[in-house]
Structure formats: structure tokens, C-alpha cells
């Protein structure tokens, strides 16, 4: 497998970049080869499915894989990849604030009663954009159709665990960035279903 992904990445290199002489539709046929050296690629790569987690096992079990805890009717676990809200930005209007503390700025997103607010962090090791608050109450903040508010709760746990009596003893669900716990996703249920999700 590794050899065949060696073999691909080198035709697509050499695919990709066309020799002086190279005449335009020549150069649209490299492209076209290349396009196709991606679905093969992608088609020889097995998909991998996380399998669900059993939620007895892993309370039980202090050293498991997902840091898992419940308490007073939350549970806690490890790590975004599991489950992960993607934001309908169409649905959001962006306006910018700056920070009175040190003088930051942050985009602000609102959308009905939703909102969501980010701040690029240029530190070396991370440079990239931190969605560090946000409230979701309307079910067109949301791109995922997996993941809907008014969802009954048990639907919900269904895409991560193995049925378990445990569903009953919790009313919100917090998933953590990473094992450090600085960033946390909640899942607040209401009854039964879905009410609203909050980032931290």
C-alpha cells in the first residue's frame, strides 16, 4: 500500500508540473490525469469507522481512552474527532470586536438567537482560528443534518456509544478539544431531546 501511494504522489508531482515545451492541451491532459490519480488514490485507501464506545467499560475504567467521567448528571469526555458541530456560516452575520484587555480582535457571528465568536491565534505552535464561545438555538446554525436540535437524546448518543441504561443519568454531554480541557463543546438535553449546544 505504502508503495503504491509512493508511485501515485510521484506521477502526480511529475503531472503537475508541465515541461517548457508542453503545449496547453497537453497540460489539460496532465490535469485530467492527475484528477483521476485521486480517485484512484482515494478508492485504494480503506475508509476506517470509529467503533462505538461502550460508556459502562469506559466509566468503569480509569485509564480509558477517552478520559470519560460523569458527574452530577454530566458527562465528560475526550476528543473532538469523536463528534463535531460544523457551523452554517451562510446562516451567521459577521461584525468585529476588539478586545478591551489586549486590544484583540475577534469576529462575532449572530444569527437569530445563535451566536458564536473566534480569534486567530498567532502563537508559532498554532496559528490558526479559536471559536472560544458560541450558543446554538437554531437548527440553521447547523451544517451537519446528523446533528439537530430537538433531536431525541438517545439519537444523539447513538452516534458515538453502545445503548446503554446510563443515557437516563446525564443532562448535558461536554466533548473536550484534547486531554488539556482548555476548549469544550456541550450538548444541553432538555427531557429527552436536543435543546441547545455551547462552546466554551
Do not use: W
Not at 13 to 41: A, Y
Not at 132 to 153: D, V, Y
Amino acid at each position: 500500500m505504502k508503495y503504491f501511494l509512493l508511485i501515485a504522489s510521484s506521477i502526480l508531482f511529475t503531472s503537475c508540473n508541465p515541461s517548457p515545451n508542453q503545449k496547453k492541451g497537453e497540460v489539460l491532459e496532465s490535469l485530467d490525469t492527475v484528477s483521476k490519480m485521486e480517485q484512484i488514490q482515494l478508492k485504494a485507501i480503506p475508509e476506517t469507522h470509529s467503533p462505538k464506545i461502550d460508556l459502562d467499560a469506559a466509566l468503569a475504567d480509569e485509564l480509558d481512552d477517552h478520559l470519560t467521567d460523569l458527574r452530577e448528571g454530566v458527562l465528560g469526555l475526550c476528543c473532538y474527532d469523536l463528534l463535531e458541530v460544523r457551523l452554517n456560516y451562510d446562516y451567521f452575520r459577521e461584525s468585529v470586536e476588539i478586545s478591551e484587555k489586549d486590544s484583540m480582535e475577534i469576529k462575532v457571528y449572530r444569527g437569530g438567537k445563535s451566536f458564536f465568536k473566534t480569534y486567530y491565534n498567532d502563537h508559532p505552535k498554532v496559528m490558526s482560528v479559536i471559536l472560544f464561545s458560541g450558543r446554538l438555538l437554531e437548527n440553521e446554525a447547523i451544517a451537519n443534518p446528523e446533528i439537530q436540535l430537538g433531536m431525541p437524546k438517545n439519537q444523539l448518543l447513538n452516534l458515538l456509544f453502545k445503548p446503554s441504561p446510563l443515557f437516563d443519568k446525564f443532562t448535558q454531554m461536554d466533548i473536550y478539544e484534547n486531554e488539556y480541557g482548555d476548549a469544550y463543546t456541550s450538548y444541553v438535553f432538555a427531557g429527552d431531546s436536543l435543546a441547545e449546544i455551547h462552546f466554551h
